[in-house]
């Protein structure tokens, strides 16, 4: 689909700087990888056969010495500043097709689609639930910071999906993934409580404009309408099977306040607090707090805005929500 | 799509077939759980599976054996995941094989080729640099066959 920026136009109030904007949205992304460090060991090897370095104690990612790999091939790229062990690309053109993605030593994800996880904190041990999880990058990033110690439950409702998932898995080698195919808004309340829960819902998509993929979003004026219903059907779901004192992080890759900060004030109530968070080396925009005449909650000022020009990536609204602990 | 419920067993009997068909250098199973599913499906992970008492369950940690046949079977993922230090029912594969192994072709073993002296019959794990890549099946003849998975099959990989 062409870039529509008239698709955009409505939200030229909140954004600082609309040139910069609409100039961002124009070029293409740049191919991010992050290394696994399950995988350190077959790198090592590989690398060791090779004649490139290896030792992998002096590498806790594994990302130097994948980039060494990488780089031999003629592969130039930049550190992630923000994400160890993260890189991006500018030329790169089937990284998916190398011996090192067959097995599982990086995985390739969107900039931005990496912050979610980080805002999570896992922590080993936890019951976590991932709750609209395909194709598995934020699960794998999950897994891997808790160190395969405690569970994630990834879910994903489309059949399709969820064997996209479960490859992902299987090839990044993570060990303490169980994977449902429930829908999530029916998902058994059984199953928890949870520490912790991601819902990455389902979202009309506009951050992925620059992947050449345009928003099927069109400008809808009401509440309600569109994907927010689902959203928060799905986000009233989570909170029920969230532990007292958890966290969740709801996030899309779309820009509209319908689909973000306006469903965070319908679905939730005083028991949840909207928490501020940042990443040293991402330029993160506030939330908004009024929308289409409405007043929010005022907390709602906590959500973090991540624009395609604010830090040259896709577009993403992260939110982390702490749960009250029970009376 | 028959849904069956994933339980937590005893891993012992897999681990040991694991470790006589293998021989690795060390326990790859160590503080490593093992669930099935079913009759056929063994799998191998470190999650807790207690509260997910629903059967729509789909898969946990790495899909590991087959057990459903008259000989059981590894899995691509299984080997790649814990067969990386084998010492035997392993083929080693030099560069131009392995990008046919990979995608999905068999791979031609000469009659006087030294590396069949050692090779047991039936299903077998390959590897690349010392890496472990995937799972074939021998029987003696000149032809290895490729058992990668075919939405994983990449022709012309990147090496």
Known sequence: MAFKIDNFRHYVDLIDDWDAFVDACKRPLPVVIWANPLRRE?????????????????????????????????????????????????????????????????????????????????????????????????????????????????????????????????????????????????????????????????????????????????????????????????????????????????????????????????????????????????????????????????????????????????????????????? | MKHLPFIEIDGEPYARWWRDRFDPVNDPFLRMRFYQRGRAKVWVGTAGIANLRSTRTDAVGIHLLRIGGRFWKPTSAGIVAFGGSARASVIDLDRHETVKFLAGEDVRLAKDDVRREVLPRGFIAVRYHGVAIGCAEWHGGEVVTSLIPKNQRIKKIDL
């Open chain 1, 42 to 327: 077959v790198l090592g090897r590989l690398n060791h056969a090779d004649g490139l370095p290896f030792s992998i104690e002096e590498d806790q990612t594994g990302g130097d010495f994948l980039v060494a790999r990488l780089r031999a091939r003629g592969y130039e790229c930049e550190e992630v500043s923000w994400y160890p062990g993260a890189y991006k690309f500018l030329d790169f053109p089937k990284p998916g097709r190398t011996l090192e993605h067959l097995l599982g030593i990086y995985h390739v994800q969107e900039e931005v689609s990496l912050i979610p996880s980080v805002v999570l904190t896992p922590r080993p041990g936890e019951l976590i639930l991932d709750m609209c999880a395909a194709p598995g990058g934020k699960t794998a990033q999950i897994s891997v910071a808790m160190a395969s110690e405690g569970t994630v439950v990834a879910n994903d409702v489309r059949i399709d999906r969820l064997r996209a998932l479960r490859s992902n898995c299987e090839r990044l080698g993570l060990l303490n993934v169980a994977m449902t195919g429930h829908d999530g808004t029916r998902y058994p309340l059984d199953d928890g409580p949870f520490d912790a829960i991601l819902l990455d819902v389902p979202c009309s998509c506009e951050g992925n404009i620059r992947r050449g993929i345009g928003a099927d979003y069109e400008p809808q004026g009401t509440f309600l309408t569109g994907r927010s219903g689902l959203q928060a059907t799905l986000l009233g779901r989570a909170w029920k099977m969230l532990a007292p004192g958890g966290r969740l992080v709801y996030s899309t890759c779309t820009f509209a306040p319908e689909e973000n900060e306006m469903v965070l004030d319908y679905s939730l109530r005083d028991d949840a607090h909207i928490q501020p968070f940042h990443i040293s080396g991402l330029t993160a925009s506030p939330g908004v707090t009024t929308w289409l005449g409405r007043e929010l909650r005022p907390d709602c000022a906590n959500v973090s805005r991540f624009w395609p020009h604010s830090n040259d990536t896709g577009g993403f609204t992260v939110a982390l929500v702490r749960k009250d602990v029970a009376n």
